[in-house]
């Protein structure tokens, strides 16, 4: 065999990540395969012979933000020759080669499942040919591959489950980028929990676009309460749920077991069951409640968050109405709200208007921001003088006096710092609140 990938002379290599947890979680996996071809892993462009940057595709503005940063990059490249772009992740399976035909100073394109290909795919750019691999894959988990952890606090780690979407929510390129829905196995991803915690961490987050859905020897719920026994110091979270799958087996694994953390990230996207059968969300408002009324009954502590999308085709005022009265019932603690986007090549592309005007759809979309802030502000509120364990995390960004951390709930705690170290446990009393923060005191 002959290895002419790897690098003699060390060559670094810059990742810059955009989009979702499972994108940072797949730029961990790329430095690993990197690092062991023997490239270096720099934290500054400046130091960098590579920059990789990992793409969203979900909504044009994240393609956007790429295309701007790409051409940014040109001042860089002018003044240092040797110095390559490529182009990862979803936007990079979106366009292929047809993104280095557009963004000239673009070398190489590379897939979610061809990342295994990159050393490969460097040496020939270095040789000074341009590369695109885009091919999707029905197995490629990576599950083999121990992720290089970057720029992390040490603390709190992603583990991918499962990659790939199979859904098809009418207004969603995900499975166009990501390919078929497949899961990694329960071993390795228990190896890697265990292997976090011994190494100090404190808190991992399983990641999957519907990891209710996971199936593998064991289903997500045993896989949760797997990782759960591993330590009650160690806590894990979960991403995403989607409603249509939540079961009450894996909210009583949950309740059985305090370091799941009591926090569900429930995406919605619509209050009105016309928007959402057009969405092809496969359940109902009715549906919808009763999973978040079940939620409550087994963890009446539980918090619960979402993503909105306002102004998809066809949505009227009453749609944009049963929306905001949803919100009203579920009160949120935190919500990702968007304005839709139309992207090529899903459902919606080929058979449903973009018809709603920009500025109808930031006019509701603003409806829902304000109302979400007043709830949460309520909601936070109501945790004045409560007393919560607190993962420490770091220095606040306010002052340096100041520590933050998050409650089992996943809302942000600020403290004067005491004698408390980050990646401990500490007691948290709450004094006062903002919309997005708690601010509390230690409790000695
Ligand atoms: N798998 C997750 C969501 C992944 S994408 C789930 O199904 O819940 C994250 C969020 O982006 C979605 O929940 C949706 O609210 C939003 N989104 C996806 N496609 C969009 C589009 N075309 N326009 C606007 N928002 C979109
Ligand atoms: Fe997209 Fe729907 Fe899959 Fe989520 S479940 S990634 S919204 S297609
Ligand atoms: Fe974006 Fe791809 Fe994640 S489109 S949201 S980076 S799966």
């Known amino acids: 065999m002959q290895f002419d990938f790897l690098v003699s002379n060390m060559e670094n290599i810059y990742i810059e990540t955009y989009g979702c947890q499972m994108n940072f979680a797949d730029s961990e996996v790329i430095a690993a395969i990197l690092t062991k071809a023997g490239y270096g892993v720099c934290e500054s462009v400046e130091d960098a012979d590579f920059i990789l940057i990992n793409t969203c595709a ?41 993104l280095m035909a557009e963004e000239e100073n673009v070398s190489f394109v590379c897939g979610p499942d061809a990342y295994r290909r990159l050393p490969e795919m460097l040496a020939q750019v270095r040789r000074g040919q341009k590369t695109a691999e885009v091919d999707l894959s029905t197995t490629e988990t990576y599950a083999d591959i121990e992720p290089v952890r970057l720029a992390g606090n040490g603390i709190s780690a992603y583990i ?41 961490y404190r808190e991992v987050t399983l990641l999957g676009q ?12 045993e896989l949760i309460r797997q990782v759960a026994e591993i330590d009650s110091q160690l806590r894990v979270r979960f991403a995403t749920s989607h409603p249509k799958d939540l079961s009450d087996k894996l909210l009583e694994v949950m309740s059985a077991h305090d370091n799941i953390c009591r926090c569900i990230h429930l995406p919605v996207q619509s209050g009105s069951n016309r928007m ?39 949505e009227t005022h009453d749609d944009h109405e049963a929306t905001l009265e949803l919100f009203r019932k579920v009160r949120y603690d935190y919500a990702y709200m968007f304005k839709y986007s139309l992207r090529e090549g899903t459902y919606a592309w080929k058979h449903l208007a973009d018809d709603i005007p920009e500025e109808e759809k930031t006019r509701r979309l603003n ?17 004045v003088g409560k007393e919560y364990e607190v993962l420490v995390e770091g220095e606040s960004h306010r002052s340096k006096e100041q520590l933050f951390g998050r409650n089992s709930q996943n809302k942000v705690l600020v403290f004067d710092r005491g004698d408390a170290v980050p990646g401990t446990y500490r007691t948290v009393r709450v004094k006062n609140v903002t919309a997005a923060t708690l601010i509390g005191t230690l409790v000695q």
């Open 210 to 221: 519907n990891v209710n859905s996971y199936s593998s020897s064991c289903d997500f719920p």
């Open 160 to 200: 991918s489950i499962m990659r790939g979407c199979q859904n098809y929510c009418a207004y969603c390129v995900v499975p166009y980028t990501r390919g078929r829905e497949r899961s990694r196995d329960p071993e390795t991803i228990v190896h890697e929990a265990r292997t976090l915690f011994e190494q100090g």
């Open 367 to 383: 409806e829902i921001i304000s109302l979400q802030g007043e709830i949460a502000l309520e909601n936070n509120k109501k945790e």
């Open 58 to 98: 979900i909504r044009d503005n994240a393609e956007q933000r790429v295309r701007h940063r790409v051409r940014e990059l040109k001042a860089l490249q002018s003044r240092r020759h040797n110095l390559r772009v490529g182009v990862l992740g979803c936007m990079a399976e979106r366009l292929q080669s047809r």
């Open 276 to 314: 959402l059968k057009l969405m092809n969300r496969k359940y109902t408002v009715e549906w919808y409640l009763d999973r978040v009324g079940t939620i409550r009954r087994y963890m009446p502590d539980c918090s619960i968050t979402t993503d909105v999308i306002a102004g998809f085709s066809t």
